[in-house]
């Protein structure tokens, strides 16, 4: 089994800036692939940025693209999502996720709030 438990999630102002992070724990060795998913009030959760472990190959929902960016730190077991520039339509619960060739794996979600 693996565990992912995420922080970072807050209120802010439009324009501001916050940085989640994902910790991940357990049978790690399986997941090849990390990335958040959001999940705005009466939305369907949605993709918006995953990092490869192994060759750390990002990739970003084209509504976050160039004001998001995912990195990873392997020897921490821990993957990062610094939100920049944010916007109240960037307002949701973001959950960590973890691929492994036969699971998917998640954390329990944090909000996020972007509002004045």
């Known amino acids: 089994q693996v565990q992912l438990v995420e922080s970072g999630g807050g209120l802010v102002q439009p324009g501001g800036s916050l940085r989640l992070s994902c910790a991940a724990s357990?049978?790690?060795?399986?997941?090849?692939?990390m990335g958040w998913y959001r999940q705005a009030p009466g939305k369907e959760r949605e993709f918006v940025a995953a990092i490869t472990k192994s060759s750390g190959n990002a990739y970003y929902a084209d509504s976050v693209k160039g004001r998001f960016s995912i990195s990873r730190d392997n020897a921490k077991n821990t993957v990062y999502l610094q939100m920049n520039s944010l916007k109240p339509e960037d307002t949701a619960v973001y959950s960590c996720?973890?691929?492994?060739?036969?699971?998917?794996?998640w954390g329990q979600g944090t909000q996020v709030t972007v509002s004045s």
């Open positions: 996720n973890g691929r492994s060739t036969v699971n998917d794996y």
């Open positions: 357990g049978s790690i060795f399986s997941i090849y692939r």
